[in-house]
């Protein structure tokens, strides 16, 4: 396999993960991840692909829109950048991922952003008590 190719690869693996995410489709994330991922954020640290998407599901209702700005990849990784757009109070989140691409699947994710817009939401949840 060449470097393009690879490369190539990597890229649908991503456009494909971050379609899904777009639609919210769970078991089209889970058809791109590998059994053994491993998640890393500002907030939690995650290994497997069903904890992953448990994750991700519990995420599905605060998102409003996704809204990819730039991709660019190497041979098994690739980065993106988003505005990940949430209900309010959390509003507007820039995010940046990091994945790594093993066997065509997607098998180590980092997770970059401010987690402040995610604090308003535990302050409303507190305050409801």
């Known amino acids: 396999m060449t470097a393009s190719t690879l490369t190539a690869s990597t ?3 991503t456009h494909e993960y971050l ?7 769970a078991d089209a994330i889970a058809a791109h991840v590998h059994t053994h991922v491993h998640f890393k954020g500002p907030m939690t ?7 992953f998407i448990a994750a991700c599901k519990r995420m599905f ?6 809204r990819v700005r730039s991709v ?10 988003y505005d ?4 309010e109070p959390i509003g ?17 994710v980092e997770l970059f952003f401010d987690a402040r817009p995610f604090e308003k939401l535990a302050s409303v949840k ?4």
């Open 11 to 13: 890229l649908e693996v």
């Open 19 to 25: 379609a899904a995410w777009q639609r919210k489709d």
């Open 45 to 51: 640290e995650l290994q497997g692909r069903e904890p």
């Open 61 to 66: 209702p605060m998102l409003k829109e996704y």
């Open 72 to 81: 660019a990849a190497t041979e098994d990784r690739a980065i993106f950048v």
């Open 84 to 87: 990940f757009v949430c209900v």
């Open 92 to 108: 507007l989140c820039r995010t940046a991922e990091l994945i790594t691409v093993k066997d065509g699947l997607i098998r180590d």
């Open 126 to 129: 507190a305050a409801q008590k």
